[in-house]
């Protein structure tokens, strides 16, 4: 089992146990070092001392020139055993005499070198000058023996590995004790959380065993159990608000079609379904403008800079179902405004009358002819004269203005109307018998209201059309009571804005739980780094002093703890990355995505150096966009594509942009080992990988880095591939643009 497997209780003996031998070493080493280079210093006092001694008795022979003379001063060194080796040379520098006589030339220096000592493979080497008087004669040379050294470091050695010994007890005692202290809150913490994770259950709490970090650490996590329980039942009601809400939309006959300013369906009942014949999944995303009438292009700019204004509008208008056919629809159209009271958006409610509009039509044809057919309509039908006096007042209008049909005969329509809308009414008929229209369709009048006996007002809906009966004109009114439509739409338009203050609620209370998640993450992974350097320091000192006096077995096991440490490290990195990303503000600047791809590649010249690579790239617009997260992104996005193409005998990365589903999107392909599409609902997880790890490196943070630092720019990130036919990664960025033309590079 590797370190990283073991349980928190065996890492805190074995960081205990390797800490204190690290220690121990560390001090056994430096004392050995200080005690070796005194001796070594000590050493050279006494060899140079010796030397000056010999110096002066040997002037007399390089004067003289006696050979014999200086053999013999140079054999008095026999009497030190710590010298081995010692010679004279004349003023030229040239070997005069030797010590001892029978050493081959090859053992002593060419040529004197600089006065003085040095130490050399265990070994002291002595230059002293032979002078007399100011005149230098020559120069004496002494080596010492290495073995005195040597047996001095066994000596060190044993008294090193004994106390050693003793000391690896008495730690292993210590250590024992002190684990179970350190480790039972962690334990007690762990199983908690475990639980938590098993059972869903957030209502239980860690017991606090200590009043140090980790009981604070435990009043923490129970106060964000608390937050999280209390979070979960908030969410849980929300929805169900939400879920009844949804279900009123989706019950309604009529057509309740959400959309943003750019025309672009966000929402799409079953009402509509039925209405326009296209299913939810093939208009959303999709431009509202596919169901407009080619005869009237500039109808979706005209309703949308009204609605921008904060106006509610009605239509009547024609729209183009999925098989072609057009039908006549009545439009309310309102802005959907989130808890600042910020317009975000559109709402349609729509109805089809088509055939109410027919039957319209087929009334006003038959009008002047079937005064019965007039009396049995449904909505209210009232003519006047010119001069706006009625002339028919039918069954339906008696109801609607709770009038008997002989007290309205005669009277102006005046009576029918509110007072302050009176005059302005008149107008309106005397223009409308101006302008030659014969006909006004119901809701292409402006705003109306009715007047009942009783002096109760109500909202109208009508239509207008005028005849010429005998040179008379003759003006007829369909008018519609709405007030139960209307008080229908104000519901839905209060629930729309309810719906859409909740779903922001709940979005930031999300967010917050998020944060405070991500805060946790930072937190934990941010204290594992100072024990996991003290594990890679203090066994890569044991690894480069003790190593040849280790056994193989445990060489192995020590290149096994720093490689568990550099790889947990690595990991530590990258989920501090993650949780960095998450926290981090956008710093958005126009940024050339062709630059941030150009430096990456340079990064990347050490690991493809090489290799055989092909690189194809698109020159990349420029976007706002935060520069160092998105070359974060194509940094990953990169050396996965390296790193995957590795068994390709020539790898081919490429780097483009091309047009999905309406946007543009950014990607990058290789031909790589690919990957199943079975589980790319995964791919973007943290810690998920799909390759071993004894093949492909990495720590599966990556690609969750990247997702996560698209959707921060408010895109989305999705792949293609298939095994050993290499993958594509795609992602969308608000703001890009095509491209002019296309380069290629081949490395």
């Known amino acids: 089992m590797s370190f990283q497997d073991q349980s928190i209780k065996r890492k805190a003996m074995s960081v205990i146990m390797l800490t204190s031998v690290a220690v121990l070493l560390l001090t056994a080493t430096a004392f050995t070092v200080y005690d070796l280079a005194t001796y070594r210093q000590n050493l050279a006092g006494s060899l140079s001392a010796t030397a000056a001694i010999i110096a002066d008795h040997s002037t007399a022979a390089l004067t003289l020139r006696d050979a014999q003379d200086a053999r013999a001063t140079l054999a008095s060194l026999r009497a030190d055993p710590r010298i081995v080796a010692a010679a004279l040379y004349d003023r030229q520098g040239k070997l005069f005499a030797r010590y001892p006589l029978q050493a081959p030339d090859r053992e002593f220096p060419p040529a004197p070198a600089r006065v003085g000592w040095r130490s050399e493979g265990g070994r002291v080497l002595v230059f002293m000058p032979v002078t007399e008087g100011s005149a230098r004669l020559g120069t004496l040379y002494l080596r010492s023996s290495p073995y005195p050294l040597y047996r001095r470091l066994q000596m060190y050695g044993g008294l090193v590995l004994t106390i050693l010994c003793g000391s690896v007890l008495v730690a292993l005692a210590i250590s024992n004790t002190l684990q179970r202290r350190i480790t039972r809150p962690v334990l007690a913490l762990a199983a908690v959380a475990k639980a938590v994770s098993e059972r869903g259950d957030y209502s239980i709490r860690a017991q606090k065993l200590s009043g140090d970090e980790m009981g604070l650490l435990t009043d923490a996590f129970n106060q964000m159990l608390g937050r999280i329980e209390e979070q979960t039942e908030v969410l849980r009601q929300h929805e169900e608000i939400r879920s009844f809400l949804a279900a009123i939309v989706e019950s309604s006959n009529d057509a309740i079609i959400g959309k943003d300013f750019e025309s672009k369906v966000i929402s799409w009942n079953a009402g509509a379904e039925r209405m326009f014949g296209y299913a939810a999944a093939e208009m959303l995303g999709q431009p509202i403008t596919r169901l407009q009438s080619p005869d009237r292009p500039e109808e979706e700019a005209s309703i949308l ?155 109208i809906e009508a239509s207008i059309s005028h005849i010429d009966v005998g040179g008379q004109q003759t003006y007829t009114v369909i008018l519609r009571d709405i007030t139960e439509r209307k008080r229908a739409e104000e519901q839905i338009l209060q629930l729309n804005a309810e719906l859409e203050q909740r779903v922001e609620e709940r979005t930031a209370e999300l967010t917050a739980a998020n944060n405070e998640l991500e805060s946790f993450t930072y937190s934990v992974a941010h204290d594992l780094r100072a024990p996991l350097r003290h594990i890679d320091a203090f066994s890569k000192i044991l690894s480069e002093d003790c190593a040849p006096s280790l056994p193989a077995e445990a060489q192995h096991y020590l290149s096994n703890i720093r490689t568990s440490a550099t790889k947990m490290s690595q990991l530590v990195d990258d989920l501090l990355n993650l949780a960095r990303v998450g926290r981090q503000e956008l710093n958005r600047q126009s940024t050339p995505l062709s630059e941030l791809v150009d430096e990456v590649l340079e990064e990347l010249k050490e690991e493809t150096a090489g290799r055989k690579l092909e690189w194809h790239l698109q020159p990349l617009p420029a976007v706002e966009c935060d520069p160092g997260l998105m070359k974060q992104v194509f940094a990953n996005l990169l050396s996965n594509a390296v790193k995957y193409t590795r068994p390709r005998p020539v790898g081919v990365i490429e780097v483009g942009y091309r047009k999905m589903n309406g946007d543009s999107a950014v990607y990058v392909r290789d031909n790589g080992v690919g990957f199943n599409m079975k589980y790319a609902d995964k791919l973007f997880g943290v810690f998920q990988r799909f390759h071993r790890a004894e093949e492909f490196e990495g720590t599966g943070v990556g690609l969750a880095t990247v997702d996560r630092i698209v959707r921060k720019h408010g895109g989305h990130i999705w792949a293609e591939a298939a095994v050993d036919k290499g993958a594509t990664f795609y992602f969308t960025v608000a703001g890009l643009e095509p491209a002019p033309e296309q380069k290629q590079m081949a490395i």
Do not use: W
């Open 305 to 459: 800079e009204e609605v921008k204004r904060g106006r509610t509008r009605h239509y009547e208008t024609v729209r183009i179902r999925k098989d072609g056919r057009p039908i006549k629809v009545s439009l309310s159209v309102s802005p959907i405004k989130n808890s600042h009271g910020e317009i975000i958006g559109v709402s349609s409610i729509v109805q089809d009358i088509t055939e109410r509009k027919r039957a319209e039509r087929e009334l006003q044809e038959s009008r002047a002819r079937s005064a019965d057919i007039i009396g049995s309509a449904m909505d209210a039908i009232i003519s006047v004269d010119a001069g706006q006096h009625i002339t028919i007042f039918n069954e339906a209008a008696e109801r609607m203005f709770d009038c008997p049909r002989g007290e309205a005969l005669g009277q102006p329509l005046d009576r029918f109307i509110p007072a302050r809308f009176r005059a302005a009414h008149r107008e309106h008929v005397a223009v409308f018998g101006r302008t030659g229209i014969t006909s006004r369709a119901m809701g292409n009048l402006r705003p109306l209201s009715g007047l009942r006996a009783n002096g109760e007002e109500f909202p």
